[in-house]
């Protein structure tokens, strides 16, 4: 078996498009199981009955040296090298250590090795007793003449098994052939059985492929977080509205004034992104890029003639430390539609791969897509933490959300929620589709299963659970042309 070039994620089964191809076996899937590296090692995900060390596994971290056993016979021994440039590998470790009636070859070659193994003690024994020192010359001879004739024998029996084994071997392949071309017969000539078996085909092939998209585009979708307060300027200096009271029995309507000397009164939310241009372009929902937009909270302060002015925003990708920036003055919204193009300043930050845009987003309907986004926000992202760090960060007073967001950052829990479905329907520049969300999804890509963006996720159907607004993405090329021409 080969080893590939190392990667990311390895697929083991018969398959030929897998890393690790294993040649066809009783029980062994197409797709078996799957291999990502990940934070904490080499992780493994399977699809098919698997044993690691004797024990059903279907999510394991995998050591050096592991025994994985796939299905009803392959045996495979783990090999993970020290250094990080050498590639995991798998050799193979024989058939099921614990023989059963109907596998002969097991059974034949359990059979020779005790047989072999007896005979090699004997062999030894009567070494060992021919190089005492011998108390008459013929006796010497005589046993040397048994020592030899011993190795012969021993050498027939090991040739005559040899030439069984590989005889039943030869069977074994023919009978599953056989079996093979009677399933295939089978399934032809009856129409329910060949299109069941087309349907569970393309239920594992679209399976396999939301994989392959959650894997490829969930490092290139950011969580959105940002503030921003009300106020306006007095005597030529800008001034933002203070809570007058915080005391606990005051829990709605705190009294506001610009004169105020207490805590800013300001409005902290997050949102999804998702990088279009390698340059930091992040493209979302205009409601994110400006909360205040088509706000009935917000609608009453503005109206009284105060403005809005972020305090901060920015967003963190996938596997970064570090935050991307975001300029609000040079935000970009659509005048059409709910999005928005968000202007990054990354610095030294390495940004990963922009997602594509897809050609055509009038899906029919039933097409299956991918929703990846952050809905929840913190809480989501903290429920996935341990449970010491979730109390110790919720804990924390004052209650400081820029902090947490950095703190999980640093321990790899950014990561989008990615949730399947199906589109509804696509009218009067909507996309419907049934994917799950949830508020702080707002602004996540809604890919088909080429990985592409076909919509931006903007709202929920309440009155329905099961159907979510999309912005078809042919809204969003002007804001891209627009950005990238500057």
């Known amino acids: 078996m080969e080893n590939p070039a190392k990667k990311r994620e390895f697929r083991l089964g018969k398959a030929p498009e897998s890393e690790f191809r294993i040649e066809a076996r009783r029980g062994v899937r197409r797709t078996h199981a799957r291999i990502r590296e990940e934070r904490d090692g080499l992780r493994l995900h399977a699809h098919g009955p698997v044993r690691l060390n004797g024990q059903p596994v279907r999510e394991v971290l995998l050591h050096d040296k592991d025994l994985l056993q796939l299905g009803q016979l392959t045996l495979l021994r783990v090999h993970i090298p020290g250094t990080g440039d050498a590639p995991i590998g798998f050799e193979p470790a024989g058939r099921s250590a614990r023989p059963r009636s109907h596998d002969r070859v097991s059974l034949i070659r359990v059979t020779v090795g005790v047989l072999a193994f007896a005979i090699l003690v004997a062999s030894a ?177 503005v109206s009284a003639g105060f403005e809005p002015r972020f305090l901060y925003l920015r967003a963190y990708f996938p596997g970064r430390t570090k935050p991307i920036v975001f300029d609000p003055d040079k935000s970009m919204p659509a005048e059409e539609a709910d999005l928005a193009m968000l202007v990054g300043k990354p610095g030294d930050l390495v940004l990963p791969d922009p997602l594509p845009l897809a050609r055509n987003d009038a899906l029919p309907s039933g097409r299956a897509v991918v929703l990846l986004g952050y809905p929840s926000g913190l809480s989501a992202m903290l429920a996935r933490a341990d449970d010491e760090v979730a109390q110790r960060l919720s804990d924390q007073e004052p209650f400081d959300p820029i902090r947490i967001l950095d703190e999980l950052a640093a321990q790899g829990l950014v990561r989008p929620l990615p949730t399947q479905g199906h589109v509804n329907d696509l009218v009067a520049g909507k996309l419907l589709f049934d994917a799950a969300s949830e508020v702080g999804g707002s602004g996540a890509p809604v890919l088909d299963l080429e990985g592409r963006v076909v919509a931006v996720n903007y709202g929920i159907l309440k009155a329905f659970s099961g159907a979510n607004f999309g912005v078809p993405i042919r809204y969003a090329r002007p804001l891209l042309a627009q950005a990238t021409s500057r």
């Open 125 to 301: 024994a009567l070494v060992v007793h021919v190089t005492r020192p011998p108390e008459e010359g013929a006796r010497r001879a005589e046993l040397v003449f048994e020592r030899q004739r011993t190795d012969t024998h021993i050498d027939r029996m090991r040739d005559d098994m040899t030439r069984k084994l590989g005889a039943v071997e030869r069977s074994l392949a023919h009978m599953d052939r056989g079996v093979d071309a009677r399933i295939r017969r089978a399934v032809a000539d009856n129409p329910e059985l060949r299109a069941a078996r087309v349907a569970v085909e393309e239920l594992q092939d679209s399976h396999e492929a939301a994989e392959r998209v959650i894997a490829r585009c969930s490092p290139s979708v950011c969580v959105i977080q940002g503030a921003y307060a009300f106020g306006r300027e007095v005597d030529g200096k800008w001034r933002f509205l203070r809570e007058i009271d915080k005391s606990p029995e005051v829990e709605d309507n705190v009294p506001l004034s610009l004169d105020g000397k207490g805590t800013v009164f300001r409005i902290e939310y997050t949102g999804t992104g998702f990088l279009v241009d390698s340059k930091g372009l992040v493209l979302t929902n205009r409601h994110i890029a400006q909360p205040w937009w088509k706000n009935d909270a917000a609608t009453p302060i």
